[in-house]
């Protein structure tokens, strides 16, 4: 497809930057990417796109770069003249962000700042559109402590396991109009990072958007965000490879959507009349003890939770597949209070109408859809590891 079209990605080696630097050269973009300098290559999941400099009509770039060093990204965005920048660089774990609060507001909250700045004083707000990777985050507690939600733990309070909640839509969801209540460093520092993106809107008149997109998962997810730790470990307790997964809230509820209908939703952000704020979900919510009952039946295997808190545990009850059998009566989930958080978000559910009524977007996945994806791609992997570790080669030991 012809494009004359620049745009810039920051974050290009992480999930949405792997999926849209693909989606932008499909449609005839050049890309560049702002990759931070690591001790290894760090570039497995756009290895793919790779293209060889000395190349002809090459379109992706890298450049080395970070969020908190102001003069490279000016310099940057200055060398490339994007018509388009996709800001999706951040320290993005909630949980790792309790732990390194103080870069997290550099990086996801002033980063932010910086790139907005770097395109004012460059004299290119007619010229370059910018989309701000906005989160759900923003909304932590706040269906809870607008008690729309019975039954719901309140903000506050310890982490408990309940049994009730399966995959449901709810009445109350989270739209553009819900008030925000971000409950970890994260979600803090892209706050500011969300007001001073409307704040440049209105006072310069950029083309600045926020799309705040709920949580998007897919094969190349990160390892230690909860529904890839899942698939990994369904995959590997099939192969054998290891006996027991271990969790934290398994009551907490998200609304799961696929990533590569995430990234489409950013670029038609972009490419609409006016600049705006959406919200990009798919009004589904599921508890993680959903979540992993249905990653484990995508391998033929029934599992069953009992008890409450830090002593629920989950049980292999029933298998499809005689191969699987000596799995029956196998605990295979316990809860490890490591990984509850100081404060938790314990509902997220959001309301995309707006997207899909003026963006005219239009999610492919659902949430069985995601699982089955992602559980497929993680058994495959395994299946090679499995294969190399017999085989005598030796394979990375990815653990938190
Ligand atoms: P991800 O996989 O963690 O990728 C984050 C990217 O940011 C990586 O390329 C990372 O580089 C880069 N990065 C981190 N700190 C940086 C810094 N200081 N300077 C430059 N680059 C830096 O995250 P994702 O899931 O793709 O999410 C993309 C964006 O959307 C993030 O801003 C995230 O907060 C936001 N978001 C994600 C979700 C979701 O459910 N996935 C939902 C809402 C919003 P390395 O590869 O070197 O680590
Ligand atoms: O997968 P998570 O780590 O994602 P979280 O915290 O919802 O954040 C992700 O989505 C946000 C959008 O809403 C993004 F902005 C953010 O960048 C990131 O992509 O955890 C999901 C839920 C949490 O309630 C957590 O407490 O799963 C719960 N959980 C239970 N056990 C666990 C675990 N999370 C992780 N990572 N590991 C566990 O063992």
Redesign the pocket.
């Known amino acids: 497809m012809k494009n004359n079209k620049v745009a810039l990605i ?8 792997a999926y849209l630097a693909e989606f932008l050269l499909k449609k005839g973009y050049t890309v560049h990417g ?3 300098r ?1 001790s290894l290559f ?1 570039t497995d999941r756009i290895d793919h796109l790779y293209q060889d400099p000395h190349a002809k009509d090459q379109k992706l770039f890298l450049h080395y ?4 060093d102001s003069l490279n990204i000016t310099r940057i965005i200055q060398e490339t003249q994007p018509d388009e920048i996709y800001n ?6 909630v949980q790792v962000s309790f732990d390194t609060p103080e870069y997290t507001a550099n ?2 909250g002033t ?1 932010t700042l910086r790139v907005l700045e770097a395109i004012r004083l460059l004299g290119l707000t007619e010229k370059t559109r910018i989309y701000q ?5 923003l909304y932590g507690n706040s269906l809870i402590s607008g008690n729309k939600i019975p039954g719901a733990q309140q903000p506050g309070s310890q982490n408990s396991a309940s049994q009730q909640s399966e995959s449901q839509p709810l009445e109350a969801m989270l739209n553009e109009q819900s008030p925000f209540y971000p409950r970890s460093p ?1 979600a803090v520092a ?1 706050l500011y990072a969300y007001w001073i993106t409307v704040n440049y809107r209105e006072a310069y008149k950029m083309f600045a958007c926020n799309g705040i ?5 897919s094969p190349i ?2 390892e230690t965000f909860v529904t890839r730790k899942i698939t990994r470990a369904v995959a590997k307790i099939a192969l054998g490879m290891q006996d027991k997964l271990y969790m934290g809230n398994l009551s907490a509820r998200r609304d799961w959507g696929h ?1 590569k209908d995430y990234i489409r939703a950013m670029w038609l952000v972009l490419q609409h009349d006016t600049p705006d704020d959406y919200v990009i979900a798919t009004g589904t919510t599921t508890t993680v003890r959903d979540f992993i009952t249905k990653a484990f039946a995508e391998v033929g295997l029934t599992v069953g939770f009992t008890g409450t808190g830090a002593n629920e545990k989950g049980t292999i009850i029933a298998s499809e597949k005689t191969e699987y059998n000596h799995l029956i009566h196998q605990e295979v989930v316990a809860i490890d209070p490591r990984y509850f958080r100081p404060t938790e978000v314990e509902l997220l559910i959001g309301d995309a109408t707006k997207a899909r009524t003026v963006l005219n977007w239009i999610p492919e996945y659902d949430l069985d859809g995601l699982v089955k994806d992602m559980v497929k791609s993680d058994f495959r992997l395994m299946q090679k590891e499995k294969f190399l570790k017999e085989n005598g080669f030796n394979t990375l030991n990815y653990f938190e």
């Open positions: 920051t974050g290009i080696t992480g999930q949405d930057g702002l990759k931070r690591s760090n770069g970070d969020l908190t999706l660089a951040a320290m993005s774990h990086a996801d980063g990777a906005s989160t759900s985050e994260y892209k997109l709920f949580n998007h998962e997810r990160g990533a």
